[in-house]
């Protein structure tokens, strides 16, 4: 009877190719009438990648920049209208969709996990990292958690050979199952991994673990899994810690060619240093954050705002790139051979003239010194 049940489970999925479907077509009509299109630049034209970033802005100057949160901080706090430019929000985060609107150059900056930028780079759009976060304690605060379906039959992670895991190989969820899996000395066929991105819409991966089409996913190591639990805990559903590795990086990662355009890069240069400032915000104000951004601007509960904030934990933003070059050449070693890509440098997609840019925003910040 429960082989018949799964099986009828199984049989379903319609729903969500419905659902990706409708996504991709809406995110492809919002590229095509993008207000914000800007023009491409001819290849080799521009500011060299090797010149001193500009200081002065032109008049003129706009930046289309994908970061909610950030918005919501610099919109609390007016940091917009001390900028020498437009600064235009996009809606658009995630590493699938980031990686569409710079090849619709629809979107000037984006924001995202370590992969995105790797991914880009595979499917031929050039980009640079200008800024990144991580946590300062990522072990005890990771960014994602592995969730179990109700009827895996999964106990432990010594449980999860045979079993089926959503895997979305643009993302970082996608390093995060490969990482888990060579932790437990485990190969890609000792698993069937079922390619599901998570940014399509909705509680994609808890959906598909509730209704049985995967056994195991990763997903966000705060109010997404609480809320997991919440609903389907009842029925079996549990959540493991993955092996220890970290999961955190956040970073700010722009098309090469935005760079090239003399008055954006002097934009960026400013824009940087404010974006360290913003994160630096969010630590040292987390009620004013929980209460403002996810309460009344998202209209969650102030317990699952609460949430959200604390899972976090401490931010720290490095004066030195050298930790997060390393961190991305190995997860670049990880993921090339599996997934037939290419290996590269990852210093080539690290702009180190931004280095200290953001670091230097994040400390003004901590320190409490008067805004430039």
Same mark, same amino acid.
Do not use: C
């Given at each position: ?29 919002? @590229? ?9 630049? =001819?290849?080799?034209?521009? %500011? =060299? ?24 901080? @610099? ?36 924001? /995202? ?56 190989? !643009? ?32 509680? #994609?991966?808890? !959906?598909? %673990? ?9 997903? /966000? ?10 609903? @389907? ?15 955190? =990086?956040? %970073? ?42 996810? #309460? ?12 959200? #904030?604390?899972?976090? /934990? ?39 003239? @931004? ?18």
């Amino acid at each position: 009877m429960a082989r018949a049940a799964r099986s009828r489970h199984r049989s379903k999925p319609w729903g969500f190719i419905g659902l990706a479907a409708f996504v991709a077509v809406t995110i492809a009509l919002l @590229f095509v009438f993008a207000p914000n299109r800007r023009p491409a630049l =001819a290849a080799g034209a521009g %500011l =060299a990648e090797t010149a001193p970033l500009p200081d002065t802005v032109p008049k003129g100057t706009v930046l289309v920049v994908g970061d909610p949160v950030t918005q919501w901080v @610099f919109e609390h706090l007016g940091w917009g209208a001390k900028l020498p430019f437009t600064l235009k929000w996009a809606q658009i985060t995630g590493g699938p969709d980031v990686t569409e609107a710079f090849h619709a150059h629809a979107l000037d900056l984006g924001l /995202g996990a370590n992969v995105p930028p790797l991914h880009a780079t595979w499917v031929g759009i050039p980009v640079k990292i200008i800024a990144f976060r991580q946590r300062r304690d990522p072990l005890n605060h990771p960014a994602f958690v592995l969730a179990i379906a109700p009827k895996a039959g999964i106990r432990t992670l010594a449980d999860l050979r045979g079993k089926r895991i959503a895997f979305s190989p !643009s993302q970082v969820q996608g390093q995060i199952v490969l990482q888990t899996l060579k932790a437990l000395g485990l190969r890609k066929s000792d698993v069937t991994l079922v390619e599901l991105p998570s940014s399509i819409g909705g509680d #994609v991966y808890t !959906s598909a %673990l509730a209704s049985n089409l995967v056994d195991v996913a990763p997903v /966000g190591g705060g109010i997404v899994a609480e809320r997991y639990l919440r609903k @389907f805990a009842q029925d079996g559903a549990k959540i493991l810690a993955h092996p220890d590795f970290r999961d955190d =990086a956040v %970073l700010a990662y722009v098309p090469v060619e935005v760079l090239r355009d003399p008055a954006k890069a002097a934009a960026l240069k400013q824009f940087a240093y404010w974006w360290g400032r913003a994160q630096a915000w969010q630590q040292t104000h987390p009620d004013e954050l929980a209460r403002g951004y996810y #309460v009344e601007h998202q209209g969650l509960p102030l317990a699952d705002a609460k949430l959200i #904030v604390a899972a976090a /934990g401490e931010t720290q933003i490095s004066r030195s790139w050298d930790q997060p070059i390393a961190y991305q050449q190995a997860a670049i070693d990880l993921l090339a051979p599996e997934m037939g890509k290419p290996r590269f440098d990852a210093a080539t997609i690290f702009d180190r003239r @931004f280095e200290t840019i953001a670091a230097n925003g994040f400390a003004a910040q901590i320190a409490g010194t008067q805004e430039p």
